[in-house]
Structures are given as structure tokens and as C-alpha cells.
């Protein structure tokens, strides 16, 4: 090693010079195609389905408040916990939530993130000792529960213990230990960490990989507006909740209030913590809004096995379009068409009584509107198809947008999708009409 001297006259070591940083070794080159090769180097995506089970699990304590299962009159997302319920009595309970890979088996205290989450809960109960009743750790992985000794590695076993003692100082062995242990681990005081400790409860979550599923299928079809939704639906409602969820998590805001309102002192409810707050007439002013007027979603191809007639009347959709010259209009067309259909097929399933009347006043709503279009566009000679197309389409459009009452809020693309089902129904053509021959 070099020596040089330093300030003072003496000699000093030269400080050694660090080389560049050494990079991970390149993985082996490979002729697969990089979309069937998973990234296991990058734990992104790994990262965004552990939030995506955070907020899940915020819509399993929502559901279970809006059917009665729990005192909850809302949630705050990411505000001071994973989750921080809000209870009827006033109260709150305050959850973390941790995912964990299976093959590194059941919680132990041995384990930092577990000791980690003790920790949050309890700064949580010290920093407002009268507020909360309940601390609890939510996981997709079970908790360790052995007898003997190793009981002293059992978070469900020490909190047996520590409600069964009236004091920290009372603790038997081995629980005397593993407590004394947490205390240095959390580096909260034995006072503090026994308080949250009797107020603390594991649940066993729903599964890291099936959560989607669980959520959609075992708690949101138990709401009274679900009962009886397809699987679809319930998907998409589980979708349209992880996302307000997901919103709330944030620190995102649209009111305006957010520009003039201070951020401590008197003015401490500002936008941005308000809009953390769920309450539990949201979810069920979404979920009824969904089921009256559920979005306009295409179906994954035209091959989509369907249950009703739109399908086999696709050859007669496409020979009329081709016929009036429309022949770029045959794929968008058909699509809307199918997806229609299988939108009015959910429909049925929901409330059969009430599709028949919904299906006759769209009908007479589009048919109306096609015969005057139609009546404009015969002025012209044939071929009229395109001018007849586009006025329909802007008829349909500005219904939509402006009078959605006459057709029962139904979305433009589903009242093109009806006009298609009319025109396989052979009772609108887009020119002058022809014999079908081998379409019909």
C-alpha cells in the first residue's frame, strides 16, 4: 500500500482504490423466446402481487363489514398500518399484512419480518393506547403452533400466554424467554410490547397464488347485490375494488380543497387523508352501480364459445356489411356484436324478468333511429352503406352521451352491438336488400 503524508506530518496509508462495482453473473443464453422465460432476477412483478394481496385483504374486511360479520363502518388504507379499521364503537383495529413464499414454511419468531410487523402493531397501540382494540398480522402462510419447548418459536403460542398472564413478570418458561427476546428485537419496552400483545391475533389469509379467485368467489359473491352474478361479473367487480383500493393506498387526490388546506395544525383533515377513508357504503354504492349498468367488455376473439344465436347469425352480419361496400367495418362490428350478446346473456342470468323489457326499448330506441337514418340515406343511389353506418353510429352515440335513460344507461358500444344482432336478425340491411343464399 502506498504511504503518503498526511496533514500533520506523519505518515498515513493511501486509501486503497475500489475497483467497479462486480455486476451479477449473465444468465445462460438460450433460444427460447424471452415471453416464455421468466424473469426471476427481477422481483417486480413479485413486488406489485404482494400490494395486490394487501389490498385484497381490504376488501375481504369491507365485505365482511357490509354483511354484518364485522364492526367496521370503514377503512383507511396506508395510514399508520397496512389497513386501519374503522369501528363502530369508535374504536380501531389496526392489521398488517404479509405475504410468504411456501416453500419457507410457517411463521416463526426466528423470523424478522414477523418481528418486524409485532413491532409496527405495537408503535401503532402505544402511539394511541385508548384507541385501539384490536391488532392483528393477516398471511397467506400459517403461524407456527408446536408443543414443548419450541413453543417459545410460536407467535400463537405467546399470545396465549400473554392473555393467560396478568403481567410480563408472570410469563412461564418458555414464553419468559421469547418475550424477554422480542423485546430486543421490536426495541420497544416490556410494557409497551405486553399491551399489544394482548390485544394481538394471526389470521390465515387467502391463498398467495388464489387470492384473485377467493376474493372474487368466496367474499364478493356473499354481498346481497351479487348473489347470483356470473363468475365474470364478480371478476370485474373484485377488479373495479382492488383498484379504488389500491387508489386510497396512495396519496392521491382530485379535490381541489388540496391547494388551500394546510397540512398540520387546525386544518389536519386535508385532502390527501381524507381520500385514504373507505367507508363501507362505497362499496356497496359500487357494487350497485356495477350490476346496473356492469362496463361494455369484448369478449377475447370471435371463436368465444356463445350460448345464444348471435354467433350463427355472424355470416349473415358480415355477408350484408360486405354487400354496401363496408368491409372495414366487419371485424369492429362483429366484435361489439358478440360481446352484446354475451353482455344481454349475463343480463338474463342476473334478472330474467327484467331483460325482456330492457331488450324491447333498446330495440325501438335503435330501430327508430335506423328508419329515419334509413330514410335519409335512400335519397342517394346505391351503394349508401358508409353514409347510412356512420349517421347510425352518431345517432347511437349522442343517445349515450346525452339521453342514457332511453335505453337503460346501456353504453354506445352495446347499442351498436344490438344493432348488429338486429342486422343478423335480418331486419336492418346498410343497402338495398339481396338474396343470402348459403349465409342464411
Not at 281 to 310: I, N
Request: aromatic share 6%; proline share 7%.
Amino acid at each position: 500500500m502506498a504511504i503518503k503524508k498526511s496533514a500533520n506530518g506523519t505518515a498515513a496509508p493511501e486509501p486503497k482504490k475500489r475497483g467497479p462495482k462486480k455486476l451479477a453473473a449473465a444468465p445462460e443464453p438460450t433460444n427460447s423466446p424471452p415471453s416464455e422465460v421468466p424473469d426471476l432476477g427481477d422481483p417486480g412483478d413479485a413486488t406489485q402481487r404482494n400490494f395486490r394481496y394487501q389490498h385484497a385483504y381490504g376488501i375481504v374486511l369491507l365485505v365482511a363489514a357490509a354483511t354484518g360479520r364485522h364492526p367496521y363502518t370503514a377503512i383507511w388504507c396506508e395510514q399508520h398500518e397496512d389497513i386501519l379499521a374503522e369501528r363502530a364503537d369508535g374504536k380501531w383495529d389496526g392489521y398488517q399484512v404479509k405475504t410468504r413464499q411456501p416453500e419457507l414454511g410457517e411463521w416463526a419468531l426466528t423470523d424478522d419480518e414477523l418481528c418486524r410487523a409485532i413491532q409496527h402493531l405495537t408503535r401503532l397501540d402505544r402511539r394511541f393506547p385508548t384507541q385501539i382494540a384490536g391488532l392483528y398480522i393477516v398471511s397467506n402462510a400459517r403461524f407456527l403452533t408446536p408443543n414443548g419447548a419450541a413453543q417459545s418459536k410460536s407467535l400463537p403460542r405467546l399470545l396465549e400466554a400473554t392473555r393467560a398472564a396478568p403481567a410480563h413478570s408472570s410469563l412461564l418458561a418458555p414464553f419468559d424467554t421469547a418475550f424477554a427476546e422480542l423485546v430486543t428485537k421490536t426495541e420497544h419496552d416490556s410494557d409497551s410490547l405486553f399491551g399489544a400483545l394482548r390485544k394481538m391475533n394471526v389470521i390465515l389469509g387467502p391463498g398467495r397464488d388464489s387470492f384473485d379467485a377467493e376474493i372474487a368467489h368466496d367474499h364478493v359473491t356473499h354481498l346481497p347485490d351479487c348473489a347470483g352474478l356470473p363468475r365474470s361479473s364478480l371478476n370485474s367487480i373484485r377488479d373495479e375494488l382492488t383498484a379504488l383500493i389500491y387508489r386510497a393506498s396512495s396519496l392521491a387526490s382530485d379535490d381541489p380543497a388540496r391547494h388551500w388546506c394546510c397540512v398540520s395544525g387546525e386544518h389536519r383533515n386535508y385532502p390527501q387523508l381524507a381520500a385514504k377513508r373507505i367507508a363501507v357504503q362505497e362499496l356497496l354504492a359500487l357494487v350497485a352501480e356495477h350490476r346496473s349498468t356492469p362496463p361494455f367488455r369484448y369478449l377475447p376473439g370471435r371463436t368465444a364459445t356463445l350460448s345464444g344465436d348471435a354467433k350463427g347469425s355472424v355470416p349473415i352480419l358480415e355477408a350484408k356489411l360486405l354487400a354496401a361496400g363496408l368491409q372495414s367495418q366487419v371485424d369492429a362490428f362483429t366484435a361489439r356484436t358478440l360481446a352484446t350478446e354475451r353482455r344481454f346473456l349475463e343480463a338474463a342470468e342476473r334478472n330474467p324478468e327484467a331483460l325482456q323489457e330492457l331488450l324491447n326499448q333498446i330495440e325501438r330506441v335503435i330501430r327508430a333511429e335506423y328508419d329515419e337514418a334509413l330514410l335519409v340515406a335512400e335519397r342517394a343511389s346505391p351503394p349508401y352503406g358508409s353514409s347510412l353506418l356512420i349517421d347510425v353510429y352518431e345517432r347511437l352515440r349522442n343517445i349515450a352521451r346525452s339521453q342514457p335513460e332511453l335505453v337503460h344507461g346501456e353504453p354506445y358500444e352495446a347499442l351498436v352491438g344490438m344493432a348488429g344482432l338486429l342486422t343478423g336478425d335480418c331486419r336492418f340491411w346498410w343497402g338495398p336488400q339481396f338474396d343470402l343464399g348459403g349465409s342464411v
